[in-house]
């Protein structure tokens, strides 16, 4: 169980174009999704939190017009990287949570295998 | 500013040795202490997690020390083995927040 997907696992696009990629969860339903992302040797930098429904919050430095994030239902969430230039190129990884438990502690996080952007 | 503290950067180890690996916070609010291990190319999968009710929890070769009073837990790999080489993350969230504070990820090599 708890399977989250990316689709694509892999992809070039040239400068100037915009990119989709989605995040599903396959066997739960998930209230919250998480985009991170991640330079190689590094740590993950969360961008944006969804949830089903509403708008992303984004991390401080992270330009929500330039990361569109779509929550539309419970299991798929999409990163549009817009105008898309060589230093966007990067890992994203989505993670998807079923959000709180009564009592305010979260459920776990699963992550998704990443996506490679290369920009040229 | 970092919120999880996470060392060593990489580690080399022997098969059948003992990987250990180190991560600090300073908010006490933390109370979920979760460790992912990441493959090149992969994303971060979860091992294993410890909440602050407990000192210790085990689960098959990994273990998961706490000390709520230093504010420090470890990762211990017993008996390593060429397979565990990943690149291995501790993590930490506190209850009503979602977000996930990642440590810096320390790079396993175990040599056979």
């Known amino acids: 169980g708890a399977v989250v997907s990316q689709h694509p696992s892999r992809v070039i696009c040239k400068s100037g174009t915009s990119v989709k990629i989605e995040c599903r969860s396959l066997?739960?339903?998930?209230?919250?999704m998480f985009w991170y992302r991640q330079f190689p040797k590094q740590s993950l930098m969360l961008m944006a939190t969804?949830?089903?429904?509403?708008?992303?919050?984004?991390e401080q430095g992270v330009e929500k017009d330039k990361f569109l994030i779509n929550h539309a239902s419970l299991t798929l969430s999409t990163l549009t990287v817009t105008s898309a230039h060589p230093e966007d190129s990067s890992f994203y990884i989505c993670?998807?949570?079923?959000?709180?438990?009564?009592?305010?502690?979260?459920?776990?996080?699963?992550f998704g295998p990443g996506t490679r952007l290369t920009v040229t | 500013q970092q919120q999880v503290k996470q060392s060593p950067q990489s580690l080399i180890v022997q098969k059948g040795g003992i990987s250990i690996i180190n991560c600090a916070y300073e908010?006490?609010?933390?109370?979920?202490f979760p460790w992912y291990q990441q493959f090149p190319g992969k994303g971060p999968a979860l091992l294993i997690a410890?909440?602050?009710?407990?000192s210790e929890k085990k689960e098959g070769r990994f273990t998961i020390s706490f000390n709520k009073s230093a504010k420090q837990f470890s990762l211990h790999i017993m008996d390593s083995q060429p397979g565990d080489s990943a690149t291995y993350f501790c993590?930490?969230?506190?209850?009503?927040?979602?977000?996930?504070?990642f440590g810096t990820g320390t790079r396993l090599t175990v040599i056979p």
């Open positions: 908010n006490t609010a933390f109370d979920y």
């Open positions: 993590a930490a969230s506190k209850t009503g927040a979602n977000n996930l504070f």
């Open positions: 993670s998807a949570s079923q959000g709180m438990r009564a009592g305010g502690s979260s459920y776990e996080q699963y």
């Open positions: 969804s949830n089903e429904g509403s708008k992303a919050t984004y």
């Open positions: 410890i909440r602050p009710d407990v």
């Open positions: 066997d739960f339903q998930a209230t919250t």
